[in-house]
């Protein structure tokens, strides 16, 4: 109603311009609503599971990436629509809390809004529908707790990791080699891990790749490898047992901030200028030497004249290595960052074990590997593959097998996968609905039906009968009250995933279920669309 | 077929399941088609004309250099360019194939498609496909590494294959030893760095050669030796023209003539010191990345010292390698600096031109290859074609395995593969026969390209093979049937057929697995 009348019945404008507006109200608002994330998740739907098919986005600039990875698909498609929006975010905080399941819980948001739009035909109120979504997703939370397991593995025993990370890896292009790759995961993860605390800082594990080589070249470097050469040509290519400084100054006469003019009006004054610029480059080197260091590492460029002097004192130099680089570096050699060379000294120096280039395929590109280092707590994992986007869509995979790994380190408790733990949940839920009078009953029984749609995705795209797999589990869920029966994706012949080692952990499930909850929530409560028209 | 979807911003697209799929074959087709009249000896070029404003041309047949030239839209096309670049990378020859190979694993994923086989069934019974056809490979590999003499004939017929197929063919005999001299030069240190390929157009191909030495194009300065016998060479990057002060904000103001002119002194009172230290260093050769002014110059023509400016980075580099000496860029410590060395530089003609030549050099692997064409598109080709060449070599010298050529390590894998697929129960198996009719489709399409008949020659090879396990016979273009790659001496590297084989069939998996295509609008240029 922009348009109100007095009490004299003349008309007045309560919304300014609202010719240049366009506006969606009511029950037609959370229509629109809906159908926006429904387009979504339905662009999603096909990516989720083993069996998933990959989306080929082309950016405004003409690259191409091809992903099934949920969070970046909806990161490169550049959603316009507000509600989709909504999505995108949704898929992102998954990714940022859990980094695993983006796909499942955008299917999940679609499916839960796909289902209230019938109950909205029913002439429920939206906010009702809300609530009982929040009391079943309660009961569904419960029950996760009550299926779960727990999950034991240490440094040694690692097994179990890793075939948790075979699981998250056998739905991406790695498929083929999940095995080694999800090795290599978990022994990244566990290299970095503090097991006391039960925390992994992910900053300490880096994902380097080089275009070309094959996938099964992918390999764990216990070290730093650094995008970067040395300084001077003739530099020695491999160091042993050497003391690194690392420095965050330049090799180059100082530039005040402030602005100043250094005037030369004699010729005594040129020539001791030039002797203090001589002075200043032999003396950085110098420095450098005296502290007893083997190989520097500095943040910014060299002068050539400073690089020959490095050279001539045989003093190996990498320039311009980046900030992050250069903590993690820190870290791992046990160095301090200098920021003067005044404050360079013995003690501040780390140490590594060996400092090697390493060249790739027939074109000069050269990266350092650092290895052997005291302080073992950062390690690269150097990924190979055929082409640009197998290489993004391989760092991907491993950033998320890397983060299923984090999180069971984090918190041991598991469920089962392959659409399990959703479909116990759904009767769960079932359950609890049928002691529920009123209007909520109606909500939470959808909200069960909606659960499903994991598993129905999970089975369409296997190329199974989805309804008549999906139902027949259930079944057997019921009747034999085992938790862990789901989707037999991989057409292993079993249903139960324990044994097919399928499985998930319960936080990130958990956040799953909460975080579609919240978004559905509150696209239910919006009933006002407000927007300018496109300018003219 | 596309649509607006509404939730993406205007301009962007939009295509789901088959119309995706479709879009990508398409267009992935089209790339392998267009690279595919180029593959095997008798291949055609193609002429590229650049979109700058010379509108330069290019003729080549290398498929990395076609793919990279031409501007595609298709996202599925861009997986195989890039794909036919990696390659180039990476093992520098069968950029084609690749391309061609990808290309015929996707025409055939068409038909399966057609037939409503699922995707991710081909792509399963594509990898199995692929390992089988790998350990074929493998086992066909011989490697004659240990036999210097067998080895180098291998590395020659390796060469001659390579070149066989691009502008060198017609003299590959001469070219292959080239290439295999230079090569065997490096001692197994793969360092293509020390393999400088010079162009100077006239003359005719059968003119280019290969110096043991270093050629260096640039000039000497005036008034300076043009030969030096036992050279002592320094190996430089310092201004000469005037040392700038390089503390910041520095800068002269001064309230008289006199005084600028006092200064100016001053300023060539330090480059003559600094030509003096230079000088002291005894050397009676001076290479310079950087200009050289003409007061040095002059300097170091008194002196009699050879003064070279202005070469540029690759060239200081490659000579300071060469030499043995370190690349300087102070002069107070003359004791301590490494000079480079080498028994003669002298100035010789190649055609019009004159070039600096630096023989007897510290380091024995270095070389040059001149090469000489009527024109500069032949040269340019040339070039690739060599540096191809040089790329495959060096690849056999780190992994000395070699398989024979012609067609043949690809009749042999499909004829495994075809095997495995009798074995196979389910639908992969029919994913797996395609993969073995995409491996023949290679052979077919030399013989296509060379105007014979392919469905005939590919059969007899098939029924060679398919006879006697052991069989050498590929396709013998020259002669139009099948025969013995090993009597004809048609060899390739082992790890470029495997690339090719692996990077195919990555590539096709990687196109095959999509089933939604979203194109972001463009970006607004302004």
Redesign the interface.
Known sequence: MSLAFDEFGRPFIILREQERKSRVKGIEAVKASIMAAKTVARTLRSSLGPKGMDKMLQSPDGDVTITNDGATILEMMEVENQIGKLMVELSKSQDHEIGDGTTGVVVLAGALLEHAEALLDMGMHPLRIAEGYEMACKVATENLDNIKTRFDFSKENIEPLVKTCMTTLSSKVVGRLKRPMAEICVKAVLAVADLERRDVNLDLIKVEGKVGGKMEDTRLVEGIVIDKEFSHPQMPKELKDVKVAILTCPFEPPKPKTKHKVDIDTVEKFEALRDAEKSYFTDMVQRCKDSGAELVICQWGFDDEANHLLMHKNLPAVRWVGGVEIELLAMATGARIVPRFQELSADKLGHAGSVKEVGFGTTKDKMLVIEGCPHLKAVTIFVRGGNRMVLDEIKRSLHDAICVARNLVRDNAIVYGGGAAEISCALAVEEAADKVTGVEHYAMRTFADALQAVPLALAENSGLPPIESLTAVKKRQLEEKNPYLGIDCNDTGTNDMREQNVFETVMGKKQQLFLATQVCKMILKIDDVIKPSDYE | MSQQ??????G?T?E?GEN?RMA?FVGAVAVADLVKSTLGPKGMDKILQSMSRGQEVTITNDGATILKSIYV?N??A??LV??S??Q?????DGTTSVVVFAGELLREAELLVNQKV????IIAGY?EACDCARGVLETGAFNHQSDAEQFRQDLLNIAKTTLSSKILTVDKEHFANLAVDAIMRLKGSGN??AIHIIKKTGGTLHESFLDEGFILDKKIGVGQPKRIENARILVA??PMDT?K???????????SMA?VA??E???KD?MRAKVRSIIDHGINCFVNRQLIYNLPEEMFADAGVMAIEHADFDGI?RL??VLGG?????FD?PS??KLGSCKLIEEIMIGEDRLIHFSGVALGEACTIVLRGASTHILDEAERSLHDAL?VL?ETVADARVVYGGGWPEIRMAKAVEELASRTPGKKALAMEAFARALRALPATICDNAGLDSAEIVANLKAAHGADSSSRMGVDVVRGEAGDMKELGIYESFRVRQQVL??GT??S??IL???????????QRG
């Open positions: 979807s509404g939730i993406l911003s205007q962007a939009e789901r995706a990508s839209d996202p599925a861009k997986v890039d794909i670049k990696v180039d990378d990476e093992v520098g699922h995707p991710m069934t990898r293509l760095e990057n310092t040392d002060i390089k503390i910041y904000g520095a800068r002269v103001r001064v309230d005084k006092e200064i002194a001053a300023e330090k580099e300071a390698l370190e690349i300087v860029s102070t410590n301590e600096v790329c060096k692996l990077s990555e590539a998996e990687i697995r999509v089933d939604d295509l979203i194109k972001c609008a463009p970006r």
